[in-house]
């Protein structure tokens, strides 16, 4: 008598499995499953430099330093952490007034431009913007394993180039922390989906200490923890991932409490210093429609085109039942931090850079497309987002 077992026995013991969970029946990958995020990462880099090179030749047209432009706005407040540290104190403006202050900016970036900073030349400005090129690797890296794990190579290999090709791409190669909170941003929620309760704790707690949108990605690791104990999933570990997660935002506004004598500290910077607020989103509600009425720069229409685009995406993605939740929640809270937030109207199509997870249905689309669609919808898009880098480098004079 035969000892195999039977189709009905082979399909009870697989089990199912829901969008992005890994497959635990497949076979290991093999050693050159380690080199094949190569195209991805040589894709971005490659539609990033092509875009760099055209505003070099506008910048030098118009006898203007690009790696100076790179290293404006935000990135001077950067390299004058690493260069001067943290302010004691909120300064006063002559009036009396508060002024604005680096407390407000998370400290893991400007550490790491420090890091660098013994080694690339040219002081703590050119560290930053090196910084943020390594960053924009890794999370070009990260993009398309998230990729990979929820569709495919091809869709993992096309969201890293899409990355690289949006409108205010041009962020990402400047000294912000953009990239670096969008490469732990992926590889968190890449662990998460592959159950490595450790690792994307540990990456949510750096993606805390890169800026105060690490809320969103604490938020999805916590949840996930919690649906994990609530089924009694994996053990101690999703706990271990909860405690971990939010140790790095609430480290580092507890030390700007500490340094202010006061346990709002940070949030008073914010508010106060800095005015930064949230509303129900009337103010950028209000805001755009203003623009309706009035004429005004092209980077606020831009910020306007690029708020519908995200909402678009963002249900699309959400009604997409191959697109998992972390991926939808995490991209969610981006779009509503960005949407909601009552201050820098300029600068709220940058801040979606990091919400990836909303071009997973484009990237899945132009996987399944011909080349003869694929190529001419990426140069498109290439030539869109370096003109606009243009724009935003030599034409506009406030921070993206």
Same mark, same amino acid.
């Given at each position: ?72 706005? =935000? ?19 002559? *009036? ?16 790491? $431009?420090?890091?660098? =900073?013994?080694? @690339? ?29 929820? !569709? *495919? ?23 912000? $922390? ?55 999933? =994996? ?17 580092? @506004? ?7 004598? !006061? ?15 949230? =509303? ?47 991926? $939808? ?34 990237? &899945? ?20 987002? &370096? ?14």
């Amino acid at each position: 008598m035969s000892l195999a077992p039977t189709g009905a026995e082979t399909s009870l013991r697989v089990p199912r499995q829901r969008p992005g969970e890994p497959d635990e029946t497949a076979s290991p990958p093999p050693r050159q499953a380690r080199f094949a995020a190569w195209p991805a990462v040589a894709l971005y880099a490659g539609l990033r430099l092509v875009c760099l090179a055209v505003a070099w030749a506008y910048a030098a047209s118009s006898g203007k330093d690009l790696w100076a432009l790179l290293g404006k706005y =935000d990135a001077i407040w950067y390299a004058g952490i690493v260069e001067r540290g943290y302010d004691a104190a909120i300064p006063l403006r002559p *009036d009396g007034g508060l002024a604005t202050t680096n407390l407000a900016f998370f400290p893991l970036f400007p550490g790491l $431009t420090a890091a660098l =900073d013994p080694i @690339v030349p040219g002081g703590a400005g050119s560290a930053g913007i090196a910084a943020s090129w390594l960053a924009g690797l890794a999370a070009a890296w990260g993009l398309f394993a998230v990729g990979a794990q929820v !569709r *495919d190579r091809r869709t993992g290999v096309l969201l890293a180039g899409l990355w690289a090709v949006l409108p205010h791409a041009f962020v990402e190669s400047m000294g912000y $922390t953009e990239t670096l909170f969008t490469a732990l941003a992926a590889w968190s929620l890449f662990a998460l989906l592959r159950r490595r309760w450790l690792t994307a704790g540990l990456l949510c707690l750096f993606a805390g200490l890169t800026r105060p949108t690490g809320a969103a990605i604490i938020a999805v690791v916590g949840l996930a923890a919690l649906i994990a104990v609530i089924r009694r999933r =994996d053990g101690w570990r999703p706990w271990l991932a909860a405690f971990l997660a939010p140790l790095g935002f609430l480290g580092y @506004v507890a030390w700007v409490g500490e340094r202010l004598g !006061r346990a709002d500290g940070y949030f008073h910077v914010q508010n106060d210093a800095w005015r930064m607020g949230y =509303d129900l989103g009337g103010y950028t509600v209000t805001t755009a429609s203003g623009l309706l009425t009035k004429s005004s720069p092209l980077a606020l229409y831009m910020v306007v085109l690029v708020l519908l685009i995200a909402i678009t995406l963002l249900v699309a993605a959400a009604t997409d039942r191959r697109v998992p939740w972390e991926l $939808t929640v995490y991209a969610a809270l981006i779009v509503g931090l960005a949407f909601f937030g009552d201050s820098y109207f300029n600068s709220k199509a940058r801040l979606l850079i990091p919400a990836f997870p909303l071009l997973l249905p484009v990237a &899945a689309a132009l996987a399944s497309a011909r080349r003869t669609v694929m190529i001419p919808v990426l140069t498109l898009l290439t030539l869109i987002s &370096a003109g606009y880098g243009v724009y935003l480098g030599l034409t506009w004079t406030y921070s993206p």
